[in-house]
């Protein structure tokens, strides 16, 4: 009977410690997830359409599961900090059609490789799903023009270097990153005095993006849209047997090299669309390693002159 008792007191005791200990790693965890920043205020956000029965269909029952993210009315960025900054900043736009947010294969996967290169990741949660407005990119565009104004309004708190902010972006985030660095969209709501500002991302990279090619003739780009002069410096990745945006790094790649400007291209043979951080057992798995060697080629990884 005492021994039995003994067993019971000390099996108690075993499990508050494993509760404890749960307890402990749980609040640790929740620790190092940083808070999101709101990018407007409410009264700074106007009407949007609402999803049409084919978009809340696509989305499915569901809306947002583990890794992926959807009705995202108020937009916010989370600033994963590296342990040892070297003064770049990207901000993080993952895809999903405009209908949803991948938000780990092409978010937080994306934060964690770029802080171990020393970057300040900023994970950009745009307003979604836009599929049905007229111009689907029209806000979450708003929303990385405002996400790059606070990122530099903040850059001495959060030490970075206000001339080394970049973006990346996959697939419908690609395609918002591309409209934030080649057509300088207007800032189309209200501007906020010392903090917004006309500049755009520093250097881009692409990732299986797409939207910039005429419909019918997939070898030019769509009518009233060209790679500016001044194009920020680019670095662009696909799979060649990505079925739904195979062409469009090639093209815009071509309009770099026409205009003279720094870009580098790579095609990988399989992959698929929508790769992001995730593993596929194919070359493609290594495409961080290559996009961190021509950051720091580029000289965005090492400190800039004042």
Known sequence: MLLSRRLNSSNKAMKSLILMLIALATSAGAAETPPPIKLFDAAELGPRVAPSEATLKRIGPKGSVAGRETHIAEPTIVVYAAEKPNGAAVIVCPGGGYWFLSTHNEGTGVCAWLNQLGVTAVLLRYRTPTSDETIPYQYPVQDLQRALAIVRHRADEWKIDPRRVGVIGFSAGANLVGHASWDRTPRTYPQKP???????????????????????????????????????????????????NPLEAGELYLAYKRLDRPAELHVYAKGGHGFGTRATNHPVDGWTRTAGEWMRSQGFLEATPK
């Open 194 to 244: 010392g903090v917004d500002d006309p500049r755009g991302p520093d250097f881009t990279l692409f990732v299986y993006g797409g939207g910039f090619l005429d419909k019918e003739d997939k070898t030019k780009f769509r009518e009233g849209f060209a790679v500016p002069k001044d194009a920020p410096p680019c670095f662009f990745v696909v799979a060649h047997n990505d079925g739904n």
